[in-house]
């Protein structure tokens, strides 16, 4: 059977290469030591899943770009992740919500791609991830419940948070050319299909967390296809700097 | 088939010790996934790592290749991402060593997910065996444990996570 091109596969190591980023800047910044170790253990999960789907992903394309060649050498505009996971990490409650918002929809494309056979080199990457991805989406979701029916403060600051980040969340469910021609390999089941779940297990957690679920229609879009908000250059541009400065650098 | 060249390079991978847990082989852990000859006379050896992003994968293939290269027999360490690591792989004599080493072993079976369904497992003080301990968080000092403390003794201690 032919193999699927390598972009669907750099959805996925972009997602997680970004928010392992971003919760990379929690290091030493962390509310409390616990937390601190936490978030920094679960950059790393995301880091590692990462660097397995962008060497696949490199092998894939055939055109010799490893891993770091894939992180360090390319532009915003070649960046496919969802919007969500370069928002900014805002206090320690933007950073959980967005967390739980991203396990909850991470877990559940996993555990697809775990089951499938059409793709076994990304069903290995996957099974693992998903062991990874179930404790990371308890802690989020403990977390969500103890700040959204904590204090009134704790409450009020993530129903705000919840209420930012509510609108990146639609994208995670779009389907285009790439992921219908994953759902037609039997790879992929489309986006759109696991949204009801995502929805039942994420108002579940936020119905214990006391929180609403923000009625709007606001959608913000375009990560897919190299669209994206500023804050993604920010954070390539940090993450790149040794690299582009001095290529190809080793210690 | 074992060779004896394939039987020496697992007498020597049964030496080299995990950069984090000392105490304990890479054999003993489970990493080791195979090896074997291949055609051309190549020692293959299938490694696995713990969690997708532990950092001692990259230190482990170091270590191994500095333990075989006396041995001036061609080999390769090839990453293996299937079947998943997990560890029911280690051995009931490599649970005690980490007992001893102030470590609480994995308890029971991966297939038990109680963690994860919110119940705390019960994880016995590895000082003191008290079995009255409170999770302080699930991500201790390195990806593959959580961080426990006994009620009984005070003692703070690291529980190797049932995965």
């Not at chain 1, 969802?82 to 991470?106: C, K, Y």
């Not at chain 2, 119940?119 to 201790?140: H, I, M, W, Y």
């Amino acid at each position: 059977m032919a193999k699927l091109g390598h972009e669907w596969i750099l959805r996925l190591g972009d997602d997680a290469l970004v928010l392992a980023q971003r919760l990379s800047e929690w290091c030493s910044h962390g509310p409390a030591l616990e937390e601190d170790i936490a978030l920094s253990n679960i950059a790393l999960d995301l880091l590692g899943q990462a660097r397995a789907l962008l060497t696949l992903a490199g092998e894939r394309e055939g055109q010799g770009r490893d891993e770091d060649a894939l992180a360090y050498f390319r532009t915003d505009r070649e960046f496919s992740n969802a919007l969500l996971v370069e928002v900014p990490n805002g206090h320690f409650g933007d950073t959980i919500v967005r967390q739980m918002l991203f396990d909850q929809f991470a877990l559940l494309r996993y555990e697809a791609l775990a089951g499938q056979s059409a793709e076994p080199e990304v069903a290995a990457i996957a099974a693992k991830a998903v062991k990874e991805v179930r404790y990371h989406a308890a802690h989020s979701a403990q977390w969500v419940v103890r700040l959204g029916d904590g204090t009134d403060e704790s409450h009020n600051k993530v129903q705000e948070s919840l209420n930012v980040l509510w609108p990146y969340t639609q994208e995670l469910f779009e389907d285009d050319a790439v992921s219908q021609a994953c759902a037609a390999a039997g790879v992929l089941p489309l986006n759109a299909s696991y949204h009801a779940r995502w929805k039942e297990q994420v108002l579940a957690i936020l119905e214990e967390a006391t929180l609403n679920c923000p009625e709007t229609s606001a959608l913000l879009t375009g990560g897919r296809e190299g669209k994206h908000t500023e804050h993604l250059s920010y954070l390539l541009a940090e993450m790149q700097v040794l690299q582009r400065t001095y290529p190809g650098a080793k210690w | 088939m074992v060779t004896e060249r394939v039987a020496r390079v697992q007498r020597v991978l049964e030496q080299v010790m995990d950069p984090e847990l000392p105490f304990l082989t890479v054999t003993e852990l489970g990493m080791i996934r195979g090896c074997s000859e291949l055609e051309d006379g190549t020692i293959e050896i299938l490694l696995t790592p713990t969690y997708s992003g532990c950092p001692a994968t990259d230190a482990i293939q170091e270590d191994i290749e500095a333990a075989l290269s006396p041995m001036e027999t061609r080999f390769k360490i090839r990453v293996v991402h299937a079947p998943t690591w997990t560890t029911d792989w280690i051995s009931d004599a490599a649970r005690e060593k980490m007992r001893q080493n102030g470590i609480a072993p994995p308890e029971g079976s991966s297939a038990d997910k109680a963690f994860l369904l919110g119940k705390a497992q019960e994880v016995p003080c590895p000082r003191c065996n008290g079995k009255d301990t409170k999770l302080v968080s699930p991500f201790g000092s390195t990806a593959c444990k959580a961080h426990y403390q006994c009620n009984a003794c005070a003692e703070p201690f690291d529980h190797f996570k049932c995965f």
